[in-house]
């Protein structure tokens, strides 16, 4: 069995040929791990707000998240297989093809942004977790511009991720997203 590189997370054809035979995986576990976690942040929200997924891959949460009574839901992935057979699985969410470092939603569009261990694929390759002028966190840097974009005022953006805080959290608080940053830890 040909084990997955490191920087194969990064390339959009890895999750594409990935997904051909992969059904269901989930990265950093399942919906159960964060469930009292998310609640906290979700209760400001009415069930009727609109979520946001980043990444999705072919994993439950969504569906997990409708669930819960959660039933605006939209998510994106750069990957048409993963798209595809969640549609199959899960057909009441929306799953739309978008790369989000350039998403084409209007400003203002969603009140609520999630992301699980999305952001992280696009780090795989950084040849250091404190170089933050490297090309991988300039692009993490031009998607939280875009999750900015897109939240409402007022909305949450929720980052699950096995990054330490003191590597993630600098990203979050850069300048120019005016963001308040909480952290959780979740025991594994
Ligand atoms: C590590 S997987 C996480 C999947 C899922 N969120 C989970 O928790 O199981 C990363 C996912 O991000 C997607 N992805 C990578 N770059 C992306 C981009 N620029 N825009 C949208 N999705 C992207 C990949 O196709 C893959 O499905």
């Avoid at 990064?10 to 159960?32: H, N, V």
């Avoid at 998310?38 to 929200?45: C, D, V």
């Avoid at 900015?148 to 850069?174: D, E, M, W, Y």
């Amino acid at each position: 069995m040909n084990l997955p590189r490191n920087e194969d997370y990064s390339k959009p054809e890895y999750w594409e040929k990935r997904y051909i035979s992969e059904e269901e995986y989930e990265w950093l576990g399942g919906f159960q791990c964060y469930k009292s976690i998310l609640q906290k942040y979700l209760s400001k929200h009415q069930q009727s707000d609109s979520i946001l997924q980043l990444g999705c891959g072919n994993s439950s949460f969504s569906t997990d998240l409708r669930n819960e009574g959660w039933e605006n839901i939209t998510n994106i992935d750069i990957s048409l297989t993963g798209l595809q057979k969640l549609r199959r699985r899960e057909r009441d969410s929306n799953y739309v093809l978008m790369d989000m470092s350039i998403m084409s939603f209007k400003d203002k569009a969603f009140d609520i942004v999630v992301e699980k261990c999305t952001l992280d694929s696009l780090l795989v390759t950084a040849e250091s977790p404190w170089d933050l002028d490297s090309k991988q966190h300039k692009l993490v840097g031009r998607v939280l511009k875009e999750i900015k974009r897109i939240l409402n005022p007022g909305g949450t953006f929720i980052s699950i991720t096995f990054s330490q805080p003191h590597f993630r959290v600098p990203l979050l608080l850069a300048e120019g997203l005016g963001w308040s940053v909480q952290v959780e830890k979740i025991e594994g």
